[in-house]
């Protein structure tokens, strides 16, 4: 073999820099954030499960600069995703030093502290000594110097509401966080926080609640007493103040997918813990392929149904969604584009699904 030949054949498959697809932000409509100048996407990607040490680094990569092609310009972490807890954010800190670096202006990147991080009495809840500690965590992780929001994750009964969100507003005062959220915090609480925030000129601008088809608690009024929020509902505090919302688990974390429709057991991807199969009875199966008949009759997957509800008109900003693989991510973007619906559809929709037992776990803190 002569020289010149030796060279023409050996030019092996090599590791190329990630270059986001030109054509990203033709595939979706952005949606502002209540009154504020923030944009998300109508659907978002969150880390919970599927990014974690359990998964292989290479699916996870696929997947989010997939998301991104796809104009999907919001990922949500906390601290204790994963698992292990933090490995989430770790993995994703590997992608923000390579692919995503040359991007970050073109993304908003969500973190949170109040569910139990690490041992002892500051690893949880929502002190200032948490929250400020915990951020300061997750921003090494992720390889940034801010995230976009930063949440308390959840409400903390032994501390003043006026800590936690000083604290939020400490985080953005050093420049660790843009805007500052909520999550699963109750309608009274939330209308605490916003007085809170409001005297502190705080940017709290979104609530990231539990939503979809069997878990309607935001849509819900919050008792009738004369307290902060006068008995309305979350949706109704939150237009009220001029908060948006970004509703999580909008397929109820796989069960209103097309996975738990036929008669073999369901495939999932790998560990949920949070999920267990007691809310999969028997009836819940008829119900669920009632609304498989629903979506069909709109052209629509169970998933996309799913999704497109959350997003109707009156329902949250963007549908904050999980996502084992690229061929799942395309079938739920597609259900953007139409969330639209009839009365007959919703009248339908509610007589098959409504509030389902078990499936918001989060009420733990929502109830208080
Ligand atoms: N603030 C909070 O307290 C809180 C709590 C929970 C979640 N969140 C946020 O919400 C995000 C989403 O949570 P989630 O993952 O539970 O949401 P989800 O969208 O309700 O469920 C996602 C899971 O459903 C399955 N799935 C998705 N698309 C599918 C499709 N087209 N066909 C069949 N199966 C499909 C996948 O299961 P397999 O993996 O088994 O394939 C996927 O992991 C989290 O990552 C996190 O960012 C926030």
Same mark, same amino acid.
């Given at each position: 073999m002569t020289e010149e030949r030796y060279w023409a054949d050996a030019v092996p498959e090599t590791h190329r820099p990630y270059v986001a697809a030109? /054509? %990203?932000?033709?595939?979706l409509e952005y949606r502002r954030v209540g009154d504020s100048g923030l944009l998300l996407p109508p659907i978002s990607l969150g *880390?919970?499960? #599927?990014?974690? =040490? =359990? %998964?292989?680094f290479a699916t996870q990569r696929e997947i989010l600069r997939h998301a991104f092609d796809r104009g999907v310009t919001h990922f949500d972490l906390a601290n204790n995703y994963g698992p292990p807890y933090g490995s989430a954010e770790e993995n994703f800190g590997r992608m923000m030093r390579t692919d995503f670096k040359p991007y970050r202006d073109e993304l908003v990147l969500s973190s949170k502290a109040g569910? =139990?991080?690490?041992? @002892?009495?500051?690893?949880? *809840?929502?002190s200032r000594k948490y929250l400020l500690s915990s951020l300061e965590a997750s921003l090494e992780r992720m390889s940034v110097d801010y995230v976009d929001i930063f949440y308390s994750h959840r409400t903390d009964p032994g501390t003043p509401v006026a800590e936690t969100i000083g604290a939020l507003d400490t985080a953005v005062r050093q420049g660790k966080a843009l805007y500052v959220g909520i999550s699963s915090y109750s309608p009274e609480r939330t209308a605490e926080a916003v007085a809170v925030a409001k005297d502190l000129g705080t940017p709290l601008v979104i609530h990231q609640p539990s939503y979809s088809m069997v878990n309607r608690w935001i849509e819900e009024g919050g008792g009738a007493g004369p307290g902060a929020a006068g008995g309305k509902s979350l949706l109704t505090v939150l237009d009220e103040h001029g908060m948006g919302s970004i509703g999580f688990t909008p397929l109820a974390q796989g069960l209103l997918t097309s996975k738990y429709l036929g008669d073999e057991p369901a495939k999932r991807? @790998?560990? %949920?813990?949070?999920?267990? =199969? /007691?809310?999969?009875t028997p009836d819940m199966v008829e119900r669920l392929r009632g609304l498989n008949e629903v979506a069909e009759g709109r052209g629509q997957s169970l998933a996309q149904l799913a999704i497109s509800w959350v997003l109707r008109?009156? @329902?949250?900003t963007s549908a904050l969604i999980g996502a084992s693989s690229t061929e799942q991510l395309d079938e739920n973007l597609a259900a953007a584009a139409q969330t639209d619906f009839s009365d007959e559809e919703l009248a339908r929709i509610d007589e098959l699904a409504g509030t389902v037992e078990g499936? #918001?776990?989060w009420d733990v803190s929502s109830d208080l």
């Amino acid at each position: 073999m002569t020289e010149e030949r030796y060279w023409a054949d050996a030019v092996p498959e090599t590791h190329r820099p990630y270059v986001a697809a030109e /054509d %990203r932000y033709q595939h979706l409509e952005y949606r502002r954030v209540g009154d504020s100048g923030l944009l998300l996407p109508p659907i978002s990607l969150g *880390l919970w499960w #599927n990014f974690g =040490d =359990d %998964r292989p680094f290479a699916t996870q990569r696929e997947i989010l600069r997939h998301a991104f092609d796809r104009g999907v310009t919001h990922f949500d972490l906390a601290n204790n995703y994963g698992p292990p807890y933090g490995s989430a954010e770790e993995n994703f800190g590997r992608m923000m030093r390579t692919d995503f670096k040359p991007y970050r202006d073109e993304l908003v990147l969500s973190s949170k502290a109040g569910w =139990d991080m690490w041992p @002892g009495p500051y690893g949880k *809840l929502g002190s200032r000594k948490y929250l400020l500690s915990s951020l300061e965590a997750s921003l090494e992780r992720m390889s940034v110097d801010y995230v976009d929001i930063f949440y308390s994750h959840r409400t903390d009964p032994g501390t003043p509401v006026a800590e936690t969100i000083g604290a939020l507003d400490t985080a953005v005062r050093q420049g660790k966080a843009l805007y500052v959220g909520i999550s699963s915090y109750s309608p009274e609480r939330t209308a605490e926080a916003v007085a809170v925030a409001k005297d502190l000129g705080t940017p709290l601008v979104i609530h990231q609640p539990s939503y979809s088809m069997v878990n309607r608690w935001i849509e819900e009024g919050g008792g009738a007493g004369p307290g902060a929020a006068g008995g309305k509902s979350l949706l109704t505090v939150l237009d009220e103040h001029g908060m948006g919302s970004i509703g999580f688990t909008p397929l109820a974390q796989g069960l209103l997918t097309s996975k738990y429709l036929g008669d073999e057991p369901a495939k999932r991807s @790998g560990e %949920r813990g949070s999920f267990t =199969d /007691d809310v999969v009875t028997p009836d819940m199966v008829e119900r669920l392929r009632g609304l498989n008949e629903v979506a069909e009759g709109r052209g629509q997957s169970l998933a996309q149904l799913a999704i497109s509800w959350v997003l109707r008109p009156g @329902g949250v900003t963007s549908a904050l969604i999980g996502a084992s693989s690229t061929e799942q991510l395309d079938e739920n973007l597609a259900a953007a584009a139409q969330t639209d619906f009839s009365d007959e559809e919703l009248a339908r929709i509610d007589e098959l699904a409504g509030t389902v037992e078990g499936v #918001n776990i989060w009420d733990v803190s929502s109830d208080l």
